[in-house]
């Protein structure tokens, strides 16, 4: 019983536009979500995060949605860059829960020269 | 980046032998954690640590146990390696104190596979 969901395997987008990432959660308790950025042959790395309090933050480019009505959020890439191909992983935990991440199956991103 | 490496890198292996993965730090970080990254699956949590000797259990923990003797090392353990535990390992790190916020650091990965 998948406890986050990536419901889209994979996203191909032209360079320059504007890349949209889902996740949808099923778990309530979870109350920060983060996303991670995962090239081949490498470890993934921390992209942004937001907390249950909010929803919205922006780091540059990367803005991350949070609807916790919905349950879900989405990671939006404005402009898409070649270089932001790989697979984004979407995580979520639980206060006080020794920071344990849950993560989606990830979505391979294909940016388009 | 934090500091985190990994110890193999690669390693092929035979049914029913045991395999130890290490996972070394320099960052200080309380909490250490195990994953498995399969296709369709994602990352699955294993086992992770949130102190010296202090280990627990996580969503796919059969055929693993895991040993945290120092701070900077947390060793994973396949007593008998089966061919179901062909992954790419990935050992984590987090901070501490209460101000951390939950953000996970990543190692390079292990590739283990078992014939």
């Known amino acids: 019983d998948q406890q986050v969901k990536q419901n889209s395997p994979s996203l191909s987008v032209q360079e320059g536009r504007i890349s949209i990432l889902n996740c949808d959660y099923t778990?309530?308790?979870?109350?920060?979500f983060l996303w991670y950025k995962k090239y081949p042959a490498e470890g993934p790395t921390f992209l942004i995060s937001?907390?249950?309090?909010?929803d919205k933050n922006e780091d540059g480019r990367f803005t991350v949605f949070l609807n916790k009505s919905a349950k879900h959020l989405s990671l939006h890439i404005v402009p898409s860059q070649p270089g932001d191909s790989a697979v984004y992983f979407c995580?979520?935990?639980?206060?006080?829960?020794?920071?344990?991440?849950?993560f989606g199956s990830g979505t391979q991103l294909t940016v388009l020269p | 980046d934090a500091g985190i490496t990994q110890s193999p890198r690669h390693k092929v292996t035979e049914t029913g032998t045991p395999v130890t993965l290490r996972c070394h730090q320099t960052?200080?970080?309380?909490?250490m954690y195990w994953y498995r990254q399969d296709p369709g699956h994602g990352l699955r949590l294993i086992h992770y640590?949130?102190?010296?000797?202090?280990?627990d259990k996580g969503e796919v923990s059969d055929g693993y146990s895991v040993s945290r003797s120092k701070t900077e090392d947390f060793l994973l353990t396949l007593e008998s390696a089966t061919s179901s535990q062909t992954s790419v390992y990935f050992c984590?790190?987090?901070?501490?104190?209460?101000?951390?916020?939950?953000?996970?650091?990543f190692g390079p990965g292990t590739r283990l596979t078992v014939l």
């Open positions: 640590s949130y102190g010296v000797k202090d280990t």
């Open positions: 995580a979520a935990s639980t206060s006080g829960s020794a920071r344990q991440l849950t």
């Open positions: 937001i907390s249950s309090i909010k």
């Open positions: 960052e200080n970080h309380r909490y």
């Open positions: 778990n309530s308790m979870f109350d920060y």
């Open positions: 984590a790190i987090s901070g501490h104190g209460q101000g951390a916020s939950n953000e996970q650091f």
